[in-house]
């Protein structure tokens, strides 16, 4: 084959979906009620077109419901489309649901095999790979447990193992890389920049632009079922940023966010809990030339603005702040009382603003905690995971937070 020859062709892709709107569950209701079997068709692909070269890594980009998902679907014949034509060359692996083709009953090991058997590879070669599966997915100590008895974060080690063990010229992923924690994320990158260099073609599915600006060589924004760009990651994500943040503009101009009329006290998902006294009713953020967004480059200001509501007078107010990576690890918290603000009385609704200077989070998803206090520490309103930011870098550095450095090599 050769080197710039495509092993993906997608050419004028439809594909739609009958969605019903109130069908009977059960025969006796369908016999009695038919015209209750009503539906809307929903068309997710209108006619998208690309190829992908060998040893090409492409991520495709776009809102929920966009139809990345649904194509790359497409490509590994789960479904197949209404009109149009998908050709691909070579061995197809493929992530695209954790734990897709594992049997719970089975160990770790067994369903190895089976996995691997699905992506067509014979015994003798399964077991020529299986302890370089079992090493890379740690798992050493459950392989021969039930695979019922892992955790999410196991269930995504093993698949990833078998699949980059499979000598694919093809590998498709959707999302599955946002599991697991901070030091097996950045094996994983590591492993695919390796097998991309061999020349195996990736195509990714993701929200974080980080992972697709550290793999794929391009970006490929699908909008409501169509191609809207495509190019270098850096260029083709500032626009989608670009184009997020006025959607986030107009729905902010559409309609306040009004505030939660119930009590704080313990919510029904354990998110929230204080006495309700005052309350945070909407958070927000801001780039350094005020553009209102979410998604922010390694290195930039932050500004962030939280509304609140009082209800009753809380006397010496403390109000707060921690960040959090999507792994629930703290990267950074303070709150008024510790930066030594003056002590504060919140009679009337007003708003808290935190402006973080350069900050040097590294690409990925990091959760924000808000809370206002009374005193020492007692919650009036504290609101867990209440904000999402995210973070983008160009650089492949590992780890939470970017450290100024400087090489001196003597030879």
Not at 94 to 99: K, M, P
């Amino acid at each position: 084959m050769a080197e710039n020859e495509n092993v993906i062709e997608v050419k004028d892709v439809t594909k739609s979906f009958k969605v019903y709107l109130d069908k009977g569950s059960q025969l006796k209701e369908r016999l009695l009620f038919r015209k209750r079997s009503r539906y809307e068709e929903r068309k997710v692909l209108r006619g998208i077109s690309f190829s992908v070269k060998k040893g090409e890594a492409i991520g495709l980009i776009g809102h929920n419901g966009c139809g990345k998902s649904t194509t790359l679907k497409l490509l590994t014949r789960i479904m197949y489309p209404d009109s149009g034509s998908i050709k691909m060359q070579g061995r197809v692996s493929s992530l695209i649901e954790l734990g897709a083709g594992f049997h719970p009953d089975m160990s770790g090991r067994e369903n190895i095999y089976t996995n691997a058997a699905i992506f067509g590879l014979n015994k003798k070669e399964i077991d020529s790979r299986i302890q370089s599966i079992i090493d890379f997915s740690e798992l050493k100590d459950f392989i021969d447990n039930p695979v019922r008895t892992y955790s999410s974060g196991m269930y995504m080690r093993l698949a990833f193992s078998v699949a980059i063990n499979v000598d694919a010229d093809i590998l498709l992923i959707d999302e599955i890389l946002a599991v697991g924690d901070a030091n097996f994320q950045s094996k994983c990158f590591n492993k695919l920049r390796e097998i991309k260099s061999h020349g195996t073609t990736i195509v990714i599915v993701s929200h974080s632009l980080g992972q697709i600006e550290q793999i794929c060589d391009r970006s490929i924004w699908i909008h409501d079922g169509l191609i809207k760009a495509e190019g270098p990651p850096k260029e083709i994500d500032l626009e989608y940023l670009d184009y997020m943040s006025r959607k986030i503009q107009d729905r902010n101009k559409k309609s306040e966010e009004a505030a939660d009329t119930e009590e704080p006290a313990e919510n029904k998902d354990g998110k929230r809990w204080g006495s309700g006294e005052a309350r945070i009713k909407r958070i927000r953020s801001f780039a350094s030339d005020g553009t209102e967004q979410s998604v922010f480059r390694v290195g930039e200001d932050i500004r962030l603005t939280v509304d609140y509501t009082v209800k009753k007078p809380v006397q010496d107010a403390v109000i707060g702040f921690g960040i959090f990576d999507m792994n629930g690890v703290q990267c950074y918290g303070t709150n008024t009382r510790i930066d030594k603000l003056p002590e504060m009385t919140l009679t009337k609704d007003g708003t808290a603003e935190i402006t973080m200077k350069n900050v040097q989070l590294l690409s990925g998803e990091y959760m924000i905690d808000i809370a206002i206090e009374q005193g020492e520490g007692i919650p009036v309103d504290y609101y867990r995971q209440a904000y999402k930011i995210q973070m983008l870098s160009a650089y492949g550095d590992a780890g939470i937070a970017r450290v100024d450095h400087t090489w001196n090599l003597q030879r």
